[in-house]
């Protein structure tokens, strides 16, 4: 598996950093690529767990909100929601008079999957269209892993007590809070670096890079916590095989979701 788990990260990180350093189209294309098939695999979970969410709507509306957001922001977005809001209750109905009684929970469930993925996955594109973007992107989702690697080995080490049992039990509060500072003190190393890169004027700085890796390190495991959820509920252990040693598309951006969101409004509000 770990071989398996290698070959993915040597295939996949060098075109993903490819992408982010090119931004425009080819990085608005990979984000699209990326959630497309986290979407399909959203329907696919629910459906193992017998509901029937409009698949195609989901990956539709999904791609939709990200074909807006690239083109022009946020300001396409409330006649694009509002359609997928019609759209998506019509197909429901339609499902409810051929039979389908639980059709107003597959509508719910197919709006949830729109928004999260579409809407909050939307941010990647946000994130990377900020002035140097590119190097916030650059710290911003490393930070993640920076905080994961740091959980993984403080929980290996000294893991005693549970966060959640039921979610995921081999998370441990030791781990998590091991992971902080590592994430911290590796995302201030990495915004360093990244503005030495960039030459003078570039908004990144240390410090922000250490703000940033602080609310990864704190936060964005909700992110990871809440597709587990998902997968509890329906009995699955993967959102797919798509990526061997990995799982699925979903499973690797469930923490990124949040680090996309959380980075974007961070930096907007405090370091530009």
């Known amino acids: 598996m770990l071989v398996n788990r290698l070959?993915?990260?040597?295939?996949?990180?060098?075109?993903?950093?490819?992408?982010?350093?090119?931004?425009?189209?080819?990085?608005?294309?990979?984000?699209?690529?990326?959630?497309?098939?986290?979407?399909?695999?959203?329907?696919?979970?629910?459906?193992?767990?017998?509901?029937?969410?409009?698949?195609?709507?989901?990956?539709?509306?999904?791609?939709a909100l990200l074909v807006g957001r690239g083109v022009d922001g946020f300001t396409s977005a409330p006649w694009i929601l509002s359609l997928i809001f019609l759209v998506s209750m019509a197909y429901h109905l339609v499902a409810y008079e051929r039979g389908r009684d639980q059709a107003g929970t597959d509508f719910a469930i197919t709006l949830a999957g729109i928004l999260y993925l579409g809407w909050i996955g939307g941010y990647f594109i946000s994130l990377r269209n900020l002035p140097d973007g590119k190097w916030w992107v650059l710290v911003?989702?490393?930070?993640?892993?920076l905080a994961d690697s740091g959980a993984y080995v403080f929980g290996t080490r000294f893991g005693r007590h549970k966060i959640t049992p039921r979610l995921s039990p081999k998370k441990s509060w030791e781990g998590y809070l091991g992971g902080i500072p590592v994430a911290v003190l590796g995302t201030a190393g990495l915004a360093a670096l990244w503005a030495w890169a960039a030459g003078p004027g570039v908004s990144l700085t240390a410090w922000s890079g250490a703000a940033l890796g602080l609310a990864m390190g704190v936060l964005t495991i909700l992110g990871d916590l809440g597709e587990s959820m998902l997968k509890r509920q329906v009995g699955m252990k993967d959102s797919s095989n798509l990526l061997p040693g990995h799982g699925g598309f979903l499973d690797r951006v469930d923490s990124w979701l949040w680090a996309s969101v959380i980075g974007y409004y961070l930096i907007v509000w405090f370091f530009l």
């Open 7 to 63: 070959l993915v990260a040597i295939v996949l990180l060098p075109l993903g950093i490819a992408a982010i350093a090119l931004g425009g189209l080819a990085y608005a294309a990979v984000i699209m690529i990326l959630l497309g098939l986290a979407a399909w695999e959203y329907v696919g979970l629910f459906r193992a767990g017998g509901w029937q969410p409009a698949g195609v709507v989901v990956i539709g509306g999904t791609l």
């Open 140 to 145: 911003a989702l490393p930070a993640v892993w």
